[in-house]
């Protein structure tokens, strides 16, 4: 069955989406799938923009993820709620970097340093 | 369906008890999954069943990435893909959990796991200073690799020297499981870069760029001390 455009869907299926192609980029990096992870990446990223635009920018949706129980997800949803919400999702960053769960706390600890050099600026 | 023997009781319980318990582990985050059914005429293909469900349950685990203990399958899984899922998912787990050297066999583990420990040791590693890392370039070891701080194909692609890129300040000897954590990182797309790979990113920048990037990575993926 063909997947609806992220403008088709509906505020919560975005939710859902987003929260599932995070378990998905887990798996794909637990199995070293790499050009899976980016596949979904793009689809993320399309879900972002979706977002984005709604509204006045509903990505505040995906505060609540940053308690979910998968790595990547947290990950996923601390990156994308940086430009709305920047302190909640600095300190999420952290907590995944300390957790000590890798690969996704070297990937967080790396976005701090990114952004504290200024090469990540969320938008 | 027969009465199982005795020595085939105990096992029966066993798997029983294990399945139960890797079944409920999964429904306290996912209340709705179950196993899929097996079809079983004996008391063998019961015990089958029951492991065959608790292995479910553990790649369901896996999937919802809960921190919980893995299951590591009696028998040997048939492929190297499977074989590394379920041992780097053992490493990561206790590299959450793992505090004291002598906690480090705290691991049940089957006969074809043994292949795979040194990688799992060594995934445990406290992270070391620069040039303890560096030194350890001159021997081998077992669940280790040679890594290039700064990337070696992206840096042959920019035509940096070989004498630079094989250079014993461009080499470290890590885990592999880290080495294989890290060069993933390079290779995934990434909101840091605008969407692109670290790797992408790099392309075209100067060596004490990527350096630095690949020193800050070493640290945060806890190999190298700060």
């Known amino acids: 069955m063909k997947r609806a455009k992220p403008r088709d869907m509906t505020l919560k299926q975005l939710v859902e989406r987003f929260t599932a192609i995070g378990i998905e980029q887990y798996q794909a990096t637990l199995s070293g799938q790499h050009a899976r992870f980016n596949r979904l990446f793009d689809e993320m990223v399309a879900i972002k923009d979706e977002l984005k ?22 990950l996923n949803a601390a990156k994308v709620t940086l430009a709305v919400a920047p302190e909640p999702a600095r300190r999420a960053l952290q907590t ?13 600890g790396m976005s701090l ?11 | 369906m027969v009465e199982p023997e005795p020595g085939q009781a105990s096992r029966l319980f066993e798997a029983e008890t294990r399945a139960e318990f890797a079944i409920a582990r999964v429904r306290q985050l996912d209340p709705h999954w179950r196993p899929r059914p097996s ?5 063998e293909g019961l015990i089958r069943a029951y492991e065959s469900d608790a292995e479910q349950a553990q790649a369901r685990l896996r999937e919802l990435a809960a921190p919980l203990s893995p299951i590591i399958p009696r ?29 480090r066999h705290v691991v049940e583990a089957p006969d074809w796991f043994s292949e795979y420990e040194p990688s799992v040791q060594a995934y445990l590693d406290p992270p070391k200073t620069l040039s303890e890392l560096q030194q350890a370039v001159s021997s081998t070891k077992p669940g280790y690799d040679i890594h290039h701080i700064v990337e070696k194909d992206s840096a042959e692609k920019d035509s940096f020297p070989k004498l630079m890129i094989n250079g014993p300040e461009n080499l470290v000897r890590i885990p592999r499981f880290k080495h294989w954590e890290i060069t993933g990182w390079y290779m995934k797309k ?17 060596w004490d760029e990527r350096t630095k990037v690949g020193l800050r990575a070493l640290i945060e993926h806890g190999v190298l001390k700060p």
């Open chain 2, 39 to 43: 079809a079983y005429e004996s008391v």
């Open chain 1, 53 to 74: 635009i709604r509204n006045g920018d509903q990505r505040q949706e995906l505060l609540s993820l940053y308690n979910h129980p998968n790595a990547q997800v947290r």
């Open chain 2, 190 to 206: 990434n909101l840091d870069y605008d969407g692109l790979s670290p790797r992408d990113y790099l392309s075209g920048k100067a």
């Open chain 2, 75 to 103: 028998e040997r899984p048939p492929t190297a893909r499977e074989r590394y899922d379920i041992t780097k998912a053992a490493a990561r787990w206790l590299a959450q959990r793992w505090l004291a050297q002598e906690q």
């Open chain 1, 96 to 108: 995944i970097a300390d957790s000590r769960e890798y690969p996704q706390a070297g990937d967080a």
């Open chain 1, 113 to 123: 340093y990114n952004l504290e050099r200024g090469i990540f600026k969320p938008t």
